[in-house]
């Protein structure tokens, strides 16, 4: 990744004088930092100052340093809009965010009417997790960029994988009671419909978001119903208490997941003892990365101490450096000009892109199932001895879904 870096990157001049507030390029990151979903937002805080580092140790963005500033949102979207004000209020002209969708939406829709009334003092949203469908779609705002792969995206990617799993018979939804989650199960439906009409939706449930403390009636429920397979796009503690109710009531089902490779995931996944059957689609694994790659991952756990749950967000700064150096700006207006249609190497070694007509990344995809290490294999998580391994691949091409977006441009 270095090496990109440095492409990216321009030479800090050698007579340069100290860092001053003028040569720092500062990016709000606000996401939740408390709460029930503080460890993932933490984790992801800890990801993109990473990453930062690295540029900023090959010479920065046309001649600064890169800064991530850090605002809590509690998780909610109310809280969200009160911490963009803040990032707005301290002069921040680009704004990461990642998780939750109704967050995401919210953002969006205040980042658009805020750039509508503020000529000259644009903000970008930087989206790299917030999937809901729409944002890209119906909601889709100029202003915003997103360098995750949507819900539909996602799934297509799963049910496509699960084609060729025939002791697939009885699926059962759970997913968090918001437009994510929402979305997911429809997308399950609609899909498992299309592909697979043998398999019989035996549940579908919608929880309330990092609320549950106790998921042993929802798990008693998913027994009952005789499922043999699990379909969430839960996140957070929501996952990881889900799993563990699971493997406290011995449920031996297989796992279809959103995000059980983020933080406590492992954990839970080791605890149910299903080697093997708790699949997660993402963007690369470290374990199948190539070599560059996994310099990275070993350079970031031992500096960290974690695994490096993003490569989305790899790709996201990467681009973020080429823009503002190709721009000779970091504004707004420039850096959102250089982005639409943009391609550069994403973290798996292939081609990532931009669509200029929805600013939706498009990247491969990669289903991976989490059990003891394969030999050879460097990289464990959270201490399981377990490590993710790839077992389907969707090329980027095949993610190409088409977009309802009518986009005004300034």
């Known amino acids: 990744m270095k090496s990109e870096i440095a492409g990216f990157a321009l030479a800090l001049c050698l007579s340069a004088a100290p860092s001053l507030a003028q040569d720092t390029v500062k990016i709000g990151y606000i996401d939740p930092l408390s709460g029930g979903g503080g460890s993932v937002g933490e984790g992801g805080l800890k990801i993109f100052n990473f990453l930062a580092d690295e540029i900023n140790a090959a010479g920065g963005v046309n001649g600064k340093k890169l800064e991530l500033v850090p605002f809590d949102n509690k998780g909610n979207p109310q809280e969200t809009l009160i911490q963009a004000q803040k990032a707005a209020d301290q002069g921040i002209r680009m704004i990461i965010q990642g998780n939750g969708s109704s967050n995401g939406i919210a953002l969006s829709d205040w980042v658009t009417k805020f750039d509508q009334r503020n ?77 697979r009409p043998d398999i019989q939706i035996v549940g579908d449930e919608l929880v309330p978001l990092l609320k549950v403390t106790d998921f042993s009636p929802y798990v008693a429920k998913i027994k009952a119903s005789g499922a043999d397979t699990v379909i969430t796009g839960n996140w957070g503690q929501d996952l990881s208490l889900l799993l563990k109710a699971a493997a406290d009531a011995g449920m031996q089902t297989n796992w279809y997941t959103y995000y059980a490779s983020l933080v406590g995931g492992p954990t839970a996944v080791k605890q149910t003892g299903l080697a093997n059957r708790v699949f997660v689609v993402g963007e690369g694994f470290a374990n199948s990365a190539p070599e560059e790659a996994q310099k990275v991952e070993t350079e970031f756990r031992a500096k960290v101490g974690m695994g490096l749950w993003y490569p989305k967000a790899v790709n996201e700064m990467r681009m973020i450096a080429k823009a503002i150096n190709l721009a000779k700006a970091d504004d707004a207006k420039s850096v959102a000009a250089q982005l639409e249609g943009m391609k550069v190497e994403a973290f798996d070694g292939d081609d990532a892109w931009m669509r200029k007509d929805d600013h939706q990344l498009f990247m491969n995809l990669y289903v991976g199932s989490f059990g003891p290490l394969d030999p050879g294999a460097k990289f464990d998580e959270e201490g399981t001895g377990w490590g993710w391994k790839t077992v389907g691949t969707v090329k980027a091409i095949d993610t190409v879904l088409p977009t309802t977006c009518k986009m005004d441009r300034p």
């Open 119 to 195: 000529p000259g003092k644009e903000i970008l949203y930087l989206n790299y997790g917030a999937i809901d469908p729409v944002m890209t779609n119906d909601k889709c705002s100029y202003w915003h960029f997103r360098f995750d792969t949507s819900v539909d995206m996602r799934m297509a990617a799963l049910t496509t994988f699960m084609l060729g799993q025939p002791n697939i018979k009885k699926v059962y939804l759970i997913n968090q009671d918001y437009s994510f989650g929402q979305s997911v199960a429809a997308k399950a439906r609609a899909m498992l419909s299309q592909k």
